[in-house]
């Protein structure tokens, strides 16, 4: 048996955005989750409290050498009036992967499916209801022993913060243009690619405002080895369709194992397509699409769900996928998780986790 949480409850109620007024992560509700961690107590005193600032030594390790690890879900309100978080245990379980990776001690995921569950229902008013918005959850741990020598931190502080959310992207299910980057790289082999930590985001600015400032939403990563293979878009798993196949690089190594890709092959396998978790050069993208036989790409991500691209260029050349337009299979997988996320389509992979 875990530790029961402790409630305290905010005395003001903050006031909620319309549906249409949602953008992604700008407001906050009116509670959180906290719990401390010591090394000779492990983790301690979970509870739930008013959502306000933490309190941090300024030499906080997490605040100099970024030993910290985060995570991001949604919970959706269908139809039915009913919560539904979306694999909450598989993203518990990709902190913990994450924290591993970081020398961070893991959570119990018992208390942590628990704290998550009784969080979102303290705020299920929060949830909001129009298809395309949800409430994002985002689970963090930092380091916050006051040390600046280099080593793992001795006290953590996981928290876990909601915010109701609409588009990630102002393009909405709008094919998004991108630039493919070869001189800057998002992660290496050996590196933190595969793990949610804040520092490979950090890394991914520069070349990101770049690209946006010549006309791009985004970019796609290349490998950091040989600037060849396709790593990354954005802050998304991507995937192309050429020729029939589906492509996706294979997770673990550099590249974040995704819960929305995960969840898009299990669908796509089943549909009987043929799925290949493969490197894939970014000439074979270009001469796919000289040949006519490059289909659909897309990026998928829990904040965006599917992002559909309509447009890539590298290295001066266009290429322009399915006349810019969303593809059939992009739009098929976009409809089938949303439909599983917000209760209209059956949940038969146990997916959700009613709040
Ligand atoms: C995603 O959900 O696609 C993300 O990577 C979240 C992003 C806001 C960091």
Redesign the pocket.
């Known amino acids: 048996m875990s530790e029961p949480i402790r409630i305290s409850r905010a005395s003001v109620k903050k006031p909620k955005p319309k549906d249409r007024e949602l953008s992604?992560?700008t407001v906050f509700t009116d509670h959180m989750f906290v719990m401390d961690f010591q090394e000779e107590k492990g983790w301690y005193d979970p509870r739930i409290e008013p959502y306000g600032p933490l309190s941090l030594d300024p030499a906080a390790a997490v605040l100099h050498y970024a030993q910290a690890v985060f995570d991001?879900l949604k919970a959706f309100r269908g139809n039915d009036g009913k919560v539904r978080l979306f694999r909450p245990q598989k993203h518990l379980d990709r902190i913990n992967i994450s924290a591993k990776r970081l020398c961070i001690p893991p959570l119990d995921p018992e208390l942590a499916l628990k704290a998550l569950v009784t969080l979102v229902g303290i705020e299920k008013d929060w949830v909001p209801s129009t298809v395309g918005t949800s409430l994002y959850v985002r689970p963090t741990i930092i380091a916050n022993e006051a040390f600046l020598g280099v080593r793992p931190a001795k006290s953590y502080l996981y928290y876990v913060i909601l915010s109701p959310v609409g588009a990630?992207y102002p393009e909405g299910m709008n094919p998004v243009k991108i630039l493919v980057v070869d001189q800057f790289v998002r992660a290496v082999e050996g590196g933190v690619g595969g793990v949610k930590t804040g520092a490979n985001?950090a890394a991914s600015l520069y070349a990101s405002e770049d690209a946006k400032h010549e006309g791009f939403t985004q970019v796609l990563w290349l490998d950091g080895r040989e600037r060849k293979y396709i790593d990354e878009v954005g802050?998304?798993n991507i995937m192309l369709k050429i020729d029939g196949e589906v492509i996706t690089p294979p997770a673990g190594g550099t590249i974040l194992a995704?819960v929305t890709r995960d969840s898009a092959l299990a669908l796509m396998r089943e549909w009987g397509l043929r799925v290949s978790e493969r490197q894939i050069a970014i000439d074979e993208v270009a001469a796919a699409a000289r040949r006519g036989t490059l289909e659909e790409v897309w990026g998928t991500?829990?904040?965006?769900v599917i992002s559909p691209v309509g447009e890539l260029a590298y290295k001066g050349e266009r290429i322009v996928v399915n006349g810019g337009k969303i593809g059939a299979l992009t739009k098929k997988l976009y409809d089938a998780i949303v439909g599983i996320q917000y209760g209209t389509a059956p949940d038969t992979h146990g997916w959700t986790v009613v709040v």
């Open positions: 992604f992560g991001g990630y985001y802050t998304m995704g991500g829990t904040a965006a």
